[in-house]
């Protein structure tokens, strides 16, 4: 399993950004994808999570109303598209696949494929 993540950059506080994540070597209807980031010094924290259907999607409370997850089933790719991009928001992003059931779909440990992270830093 591959999970290819892209998009990342420098962007300024104000702009946006769109990350995808290529997944491979699974059948990715199947799975439910999500993303998490983990900024230097802290733990990695769950930003959003979208059902393998894509019938329902989860937010972290910091990003709700920023960021827009979505997924193309016939392209195996999931996407995350971050607007109104904030200092706070600099961290590596990994995209993740699992079948989580509903009460875990915000749980890095419920999530079994982990892609490389790609960075994202938004300056002030």
């Known amino acids: 399993v591959q999970l290819q993540a892209s998009g990342g950059g420098t962007v300024q506080a104000g702009d946006s950004l769109r990350l995808s994540c290529a997944a491979s070597g699974l059948t990715f209807s199947r799975y439910s994808m999500a993303w998490f980031r983990q900024a230097p010094g802290k733990e990695r924290e769950f930003v959003s999570s979208i059902r393998y259907n894509g019938g329902s999607t989860y937010y972290a409370g910091s990003v709700k109303g920023r960021f827009a997850i979505s997924r193309d089933n016939a392209k195996d790719t999931v996407y995350l598209q971050m607007n109104s991009l904030k200092p706070e928001d600099t961290a590596v992003y990994y995209c993740?696949?699992?079948?989580?059931?509903?009460?875990?779909?915000?749980?890095?440990?419920?999530?079994?494929?982990w892609g490389q992270g790609t960075q994202v830093t938004v300056s002030s």
């Open positions: 993740a696949a699992g079948s989580p059931i509903t009460s875990q779909m915000r749980e890095p440990s419920a999530f079994g494929y």
